[in-house]
């Protein structure tokens, strides 16, 4: 079975200064990892996805995140954060063997202040 | 180009009724899948379709839940007899390919069921 935690229900950080939303992950076999963003009253919205490759993957609206396999994580992060990044991060897995489902973790919601 | 459609975007219904949520996903996508995210939860896997074939549905909690997509594009979820434990949104997404884990799943606005 494959399983997602992200271990902070809500992640809290000045407009400007960097932010990072955690996610583990458990699965057997190769992962394929990815990120998405809810805003209120809105469906999931694409962020970014690891496949392969450099561990350090690039998406949408500056944000990053690093593939670690040693500590099977993949966090989320971005060098300066902006008061319209809050929202509700949900990191996900999928597995080549395990169907085509996405695995959700529980969410982190993000709140940036002025 | 539009992204993932569904309608209606909120459904009210009394404990009994039958509902039935409609998904248009995008255009030429393969794949569809069906979720539902209880509040303030993680979405979770319902049931997916390869064009009209629905090639997994052991997602669905109980034989009340019910998803068709008869000519490959548009999907309908239908749930019987609805119980407040229904009450959730229900997200509709599709991707391009069929069988592609490294796919990448494109998500509508949801629905949200509430079940007085």
């Known amino acids: 079975a494959q399983s997602v935690a992200q271990p902070e229900d809500q992640v809290n950080v000045a407009e400007g200064n960097p932010l990072t939303v955690k996610c583990t992950y458990s699965?057997?076999?190769?992962?394929?990892l990815f990120w998405y963003v809810q805003y209120p009253n809105r469906g999931l919205q694409f962020l970014l996805k690891?496949?392969?490759?450099?561990?350090l993957v690039k998406g949408s609206y500056g944000f990053e995140a690093e593939f670690n396999k040693s500590q099977t994580s993949f966090h989320l992060k971005k060098p300066s954060a902006l008061v319209s990044d809050s929202a509700l991060y949900f990191c996900a897995v999928r597995v080549n063997n395990a169907g085509n489902m996405l695995t959700f973790g529980g969410g982190t919601r993000l709140m940036v202040k002025p | 180009g539009a992204g993932v459609s569904q309608s209606p975007r909120y459904k009210v219904a009394k404990r009994g009724q039958d509902v039935a949520l409609r998904c248009d996903p995008i255009?030429?996508?393969?794949?569809l899948f069906w979720y539902q995210q209880a509040l303030g939860q993680g979405p979770e896997f319902l049931t997916y379709?390869?064009?009209?074939?629905?090639?997994?549905k052991s997602g669905l909690p109980s034989d009340r839940f019910f998803a068709e997509r008869p000519e490959g594009s548009v999907s309908t979820l239908k749930i019987q007899r609805t119980q407040q434990e229904d009450s959730a949104v229900y997200l509709c997404?599709?991707?391009?390919?069929?069988?592609?884990?490294?796919?990448?799943?494109?998500f509508g606005p949801g629905t949200r069921l509430t079940v007085l």
């Open positions: 379709f390869q064009n009209e074939a629905q090639l997994d």
């Open positions: 690891y496949i392969t490759g450099d561990n």
């Open positions: 699965v057997s076999g190769n992962p394929y």
């Open positions: 255009s030429g996508h393969v794949s």
């Open positions: 997404a599709s991707s391009s390919t069929s069988g592609t884990p490294t796919d990448t799943q494109y």
